[in-house]
């Protein structure tokens, strides 16, 4: 598997072949979120706390 399919939104799921991704660190390890999905980061950070969470345990 290659790093690309590897890359996908930390909210949606999409890989950056199907959309672009911006790079997001937290707790010092990078995740990813697509543009339709900033929106969501921004002001309904509550909504990804259960993601944020298995980011940080990993």
Not at 1 to 9: G, P, T
Not at 39 to 53: D, N, Q, R, Y
Request: glycine residues 4%; aromatic residues 4%.
């Amino acid at each position: 598997m290659s790093q690309s399919e590897d890359n996908r939104c930390l909210n949606c799921q999409l890989s950056e072949n199907e959309t672009p991704l911006v790079p997001l660190h937290y707790t010092g390890k990078q995740a990813w979120i697509c543009p339709a999905c900033l929106p969501v980061l921004i002001h309904k950070t509550e909504m990804l706390s259960g993601k944020l969470a298995e980011l940080e345990a990993a």
